[in-house]
């Protein structure tokens, strides 16, 4: 069973349009909450991450939106380009989990049409 | 990312053969871990390392075993490879003082037929 619920597992956006994705959690102890980024071919990569002491961290394009009574936090891609299409992974941590050990979410494939 | 290699790229295999998948880095980081990714499943933690004399189990370490030959090399072996390991096997390193951030290979696609 996932710690980490990721949706939806596919979308497909228009280009200038603000896909969202969705992360849940059950850990309460996590407490680190990255993003990845994968491109085909190629291993994921930092995007951005956000701890819960904030509730929204933005890296240029790239908003995470963070709710910790819900226990929920979502990445915003805003003016989404083509080369924004990928594979993105939201995960968790801990940091009593000494070994950087991450939690991943399921995926969501991401197309930006032109 | 360059400073993470892994080999074989791609890899096709039989029911029951002895697969060993090989993990280099050059970041200088003490952990390693070895990941599969199936679709809809995310990225699962099979082994990981916290230096050469540590090995732990993952998530999903049955059927896998590891080796940590040296701070830069780790790899996975599949004893007797079946098909429901047909997945995209990932290498990864961190810093243990750094930000929680790990460092992902190229991957290995391995089938078994």
């Known amino acids: 069973q996932q710690q980490v619920k990721q949706s939806p597992q596919s979308l497909i956006v228009q280009k200038g349009g603000i896909p969202i994705i969705n992360c849940a959690y059950e850990?309460?102890?996590?407490?680190?909450f990255p993003w990845y980024q994968q491109f085909p071919g190629k291993g994921p990569a930092l995007l951005i991450a956000?701890?819960?002491?904030?509730s929204e961290k933005k890296e240029g394009r790239f908003t995470i939106s963070f709710n910790k009574s819900a226990k929920q936090f979502s990445l915003h891609i805003m003016d989404s380009q083509p080369g924004d299409s990928a594979t993105y992974f939201c995960a968790a941590t801990s940091r009593e989990n000494a070994g950087n050990m991450l939690t991943f979410g399921g995926g969501t494939r991401l197309m930006v049409k032109p | 990312d360059a400073d993470v290699t892994q080999t074989p790229r791609n890899r096709i295999t039989k029911t029951g053969k002895r697969i060993m998948l090989e993990c280099s880095q050059t970041k200088g980081h003490d952990r390693m871990y070895w990941y599969r990714q199936d679709p809809g499943l995310g990225l699962r933690l099979i082994y990981y390392?916290?230096?050469?004399?540590?090995?732990n189990k993952g998530e999903i370490s049955d059927g896998y075993s590891v080796s940590r030959q040296a701070q830069a090399k780790f790899s996975l072996s599949l004893e007797s490879a079946i098909p429901n390991q047909t997945a995209l096997y990932f290498c990864?390193?961190?810093?243990?003082?750094?930000?929680?951030?790990?460092?992902f290979g190229p991957g290995t696609r391995l089938t078994v037929l």
């Open positions: 990864a390193t961190s810093d243990p003082h750094g930000n929680n951030e790990q460092f």
């Open positions: 390392s916290f230096d050469v004399k540590d090995i």
């Open positions: 956000i701890r819960p002491d904030v």
């Open positions: 850990n309460t102890a996590f407490d680190y």
